[in-house]
């Protein structure tokens, strides 16, 4: 008993970190947030029945926050699972009790994930998280900001060389053919850009221009360009009286006027809200390179990004 009774204080001053680290972010997230609407729109559409082996259904809003967790700390399944065991703010914020709840484990956080992806939600709950940021005049959408990033696939592709086929001599000059073999991944593509090539995916993305918040988003093999500096988009702006910030993209012939590099100049300045968002959702989270194979998997991967992007920057917005 003595031993228990001295460690009260060591366990009390643990408590008190733990609770005041959860009050900088995760608490801050919660007073700013109103999950209500989230959690409607995960109960409609994940109908959650009784498991048929006797596994704990836990509830839609539990595991989505979990999945925003996972984005913030740069973890997996297994990670996240662990942590929950034992960090008081993660338990806290997803709504657990450290004393009468068991904690998802991994292969349930996966097939959650899963159940996502199949239903395609996500678009319809960053839109939700935006507008509650509109009303709070965090988020101002002045104008939009459009662009892509190449994230790599998950499965990098093997080189290989093929065996010599049977009308050709060994010794041949002839250089042998090279098979690439584009494992697991097959709604991957290449992409070259400069001398470096790439094999995954586009993010195309879209910001408002005062604040780098992110609007939304779709991801397509990466050899799928969207065009967005040709004559037809200008036209389009022109046609609905719109003022429209297009770089001007040069060519061998013509090259840039100087009109056009002092444009570029200025649209870069704007353009660099966007490229801030990709570089802390690509460098601060790892999402430069994918973590799930398939088309969809990555799209719904960069609209959890997204959102767990967002919330942390309007946490630092208000406490600024």
């Known amino acids: 008993m003595s031993e228990c009774t001295s460690n009260k204080p060591v366990i009390a001053d643990c408590v008190a970190a733990c609770r005041k680290y959860r009050d900088c972010f995760l608490d801050e997230i919660d007073r700013l947030i109103d999950w209500k609407p989230i959690e409607k729109v995960l109960r409609q559409k994940l109908k959650r029945g009784a498991n048929a082996v006797g596994n704990l259904v836990y509830p839609p809003l539990l595991m989505f926050k979990i999945l925003l967790l996972q984005r913030w700390h740069t973890l997996n399944d297994m990670a996240v699972e662990e942590a929950l065991c034992d960090r008081l703010p993660f338990v806290r914020f997803v709504g657990l009790s450290l004393d009468h709840d068991e904690v998802p484990d991994a292969t349930t956080i996966c097939r959650f ?186 799209e719904l991967e960069f609209l959890l990004y997204a959102m767990a992007f967002n919330l942390k920057k309007a946490v630092l917005r208000v406490e600024s």
């Not at 570089?279 to 969809?296: D, E, N, P, S, V």
């Open 113 to 298: 994930r899963q159940s996502l992806v199949v239903r395609t939600i996500l678009k319809r709950l960053l839109d939700k998280l935006n507008h509650q940021l509109e009303r709070q005049e965090l988020l101002v959408r002045e104008g939009i900001i459009v662009d892509a990033s190449v994230v790599s696939s998950a499965c990098r592709p093997l080189k290989v060389l093929d065996v010599l086929p049977e009308d050709r001599e060994e010794n041949s000059d002839d250089a042998p053919d090279v098979i690439i073999n584009y494992s697991d991944d097959a709604d991957a593509a290449w992409l070259r850009k400069g001398n470096r090539a790439y094999y995954g995916y586009n993010i195309h993305a879209t910001t408002n221009s005062r604040d780098g918040f992110v609007l939304g988003g779709h991801a397509t093999p990466a050899n799928r360009s969207m065009g967005y500096s040709s004559q037809l988009n200008r036209y389009v702006f022109q046609v609905l009286g719109l003022s429209g910030g297009i770089m001007h993209k040069a060519a061998r012939n013509p090259e840039l006027t100087p009109a056009e590099r002092a444009a570029n100049r200025q649209v870069s300045s704007v353009r660099l809200k966007m490229e801030r968002a990709f570089g802390t959702i690509k460098r601060g989270y790892g999402f430069f390179r994918a973590r799930y194979l398939g088309l969809a998997k990555v």
